[in-house]
């Protein structure tokens, strides 16, 4: 582990989250992180359990003097989503994440840092295995597999949990306390096809979209990042049908949640063409550059001859269906909410597309506050994807949280939060998938709350999190714990 992780405070805080980022734990593959975290209930004398989904609870009793306080859950999910830049070599199956100190900043080696919800977790272990922090009686509640998901929240039985109060640490900016938060639905397009052979008198050429942030797709949506998908099929667009462009491959994006911040593409062009091609591509390619130069300033689109010359391509009909239909499919904000200010209602992230060997994979995270909402916006984007004549499938569907804004937590956490900081919280219902919905159906009496220390670029190579806002956290919920409320 890093020494100057290490020297960061809150010490316990830091030296638990170092600990965590040496265990691999993707989304569907957290066995190693499941072990680690029941060691560590087991090795400070807790009562520690695993249900059937992978779900960890560890029971503390309360602290001396709180005994007659309401019983509060602590909840934070034990998967991080893996992702690196192109140039980075990590193995993320056999890898701890590598981290360092920029500034006010730590952050990662080229791949996700591992913060969301890292943090969280490591939060609940350092008071877990406190001495002298005055709590009530706790369950500490690890979930898994929230990023690809949320089945462990789904898995979860009622009756495991005896808290009244549910604190979930998986906000990610430090002058929020969340209420609420949008479902989601996955909608999966997939088309198979006969490929064409490669005709002669063609070359061969690989583009390629890099550079982009990327991001959470839930709760950067709103900020009109580019998304690498999108681009690619608009300079396919704007090309194949004037200089015969045909389609061999493309592999763009990666998990449903992250943005997607590259796409690359194998193509073949005419030979008698290929020169007005580039040139042409070349204006269009500084035209979309420009447009991003704000959000994105680190957009590059490349055209290069390819040594590998593809044996197939796609079918003339079949590619320009695919084309148009990526160009319909609505991506980014679909709708701002009419009950809070600045939200996101309903938003769709077009987050990987996979065409090679005869088959083409649409994969997209379609999110909302209004179910009916999500429902109408995922059967716009299966109308479109059946209109090339692909079969559209939903999947991993879960419901939103409904913000109760006369929740005794929220009152506590305010008054809290005002003392501190001499300022109001803002009080957010927030486009991002929480676990908090799932949980609420099989305890309908808990009273929720989400908050959380300032993350960045999450979900994305980019991710960071504030050293100051952690201890500002730190502060903040020490003091919950202590003002939890009687029975």
């Known amino acids: 582990m890093s020494q100057e992780i290490l ?20 989304s569907k593959k957290e066995e190693r992180v499941i072990v680690f975290i029941m060691d560590f209930g087991k090795s400070l004398g807790l009562e520690t359990l695993r249900d059937d989904t992978g ?13 007659n306080r309401k019983g509060i859950v602590l909840q934070s999910h034990l998967d991080m989503v893996h992702q690196k830049n192109n140039d980075t070599v990590f193995d993320f199956d056999n890898e701890g994440i590598k ?35 005055a709590h009530p009686a706790i369950d500490a509640l690890f979930t898994v597999d929230e990023e690809t998901g949320m089945t462990g929240a789904f898995g979860l039985q009622g009756g495991m949990l005896h808290g009244e109060i549910l604190l979930n640490l998986d906000t990610e900016d430090d ?19 006969s490929s064409d052979p490669v ?22 949506i709103h900020k009109g990042l580019g998304n690498a998908n999108k681009i690619m099929n608009r300079i396919l667009y704007d090309t194949y049908a004037k200089y015969g462009l045909r389609i061999s491959e493309i592999k763009g994006g990666g998990l449903r949640n992250a943005i997607p911040r590259e796409s690359v593409a194998k193509v073949m062009v005419p030979d008698t063409k290929v020169n007005l091609f580039k040139d042409e591509l070349l204006v269009l390619i500084n035209a979309i550059v420009l447009e991003y130069k704000t959000v994105d300033p680190g957009l590059q689109i490349q055209i290069e001859d390819s040594e590998h010359i593809p044996v197939t391509v796609l079918p003339v009909d079949i590619q320009e269906n695919l084309i148009k239909a990526i160009y ?3 991506n980014g904000v679909y709708r701002m909410s009419n009950d809070f200010d600045n939200l996101v209602e309903t938003s769709n992230n077009i987050a990987n597309i996979e065409v090679r060997e005869g088959k083409i994979a649409v994969k997209c995270l379609t999110r909302s506050s209004v179910e009916s909402a999500k429902y109408d916006l995922a059967n716009a984007l299966k109308s479109t994807f059946e209109l090339m004549g ?57 009273d929720m709350i989400s908050f959380g220390p300032t993350i960045l670029g999450a979900h994305s190579p980019a991710e960071r999190v504030s050293i100051a ?10 003091e919950i714990l202590e003002n939890i409320p009687n029975k």
């Not at 020297?7 to 993707?26: C, T, Y």
């Not at 779900?55 to 005994?67: D, L, Y």
């Open 99 to 133: 981290m360092f100190v920029d500034g006010d900043w730590v952050k990662a080696e080229g791949t996700t840092l591992g913060a969301d919800n890292g943090l969280g977790v490591a939060t609940i272990m350092a008071i877990l295995e406190s001495t002298t922090i």
């Open 328 to 330: 319909a499919a609505p």
């Open 199 to 220: 005709l002669n008198g063609y070359v061969p050429l690989t583009i390629t979209v890099k550079g982009l942030n990327g991001g959470h797709s839930g709760m950067e």
């Open 469 to 478: 806002s952690v201890q500002k956290f730190w502060k903040f919920i020490l």
């Open 175 to 193: 002058n929020e306390i969340d209420i609420g938060c949008a479902g989601g639905i996955d909608v999966t397009a997939i088309k198979t096809y």
């Open 55 to 67: 779900n960890v609870v560890i029971r503390k009793p309360a602290s001396a003097g709180m005994e």
């Open 390 to 446: 692909a079969e559209v499938s939903f999947a991993g569907d879960y419901p939103g949280w409904n913000p109760n804004p006369n929740s005794e937590i929220l009152s506590l956490l305010t008054r809290i939060y005002e003392r501190q900081h001499d300022t109001q919280p803002k009080v957010v219902a927030c486009h991002a998938g929480l676990e908090c919905g799932i949980l609420g159906r099989n305890y309908p009496k808990m």
């Open 7 to 26: 020297m960061l405070e809150p010490a316990s805080i830091w030296k638990n989250f170092g600990l965590l980022n040496a265990v691999p734990r993707a």
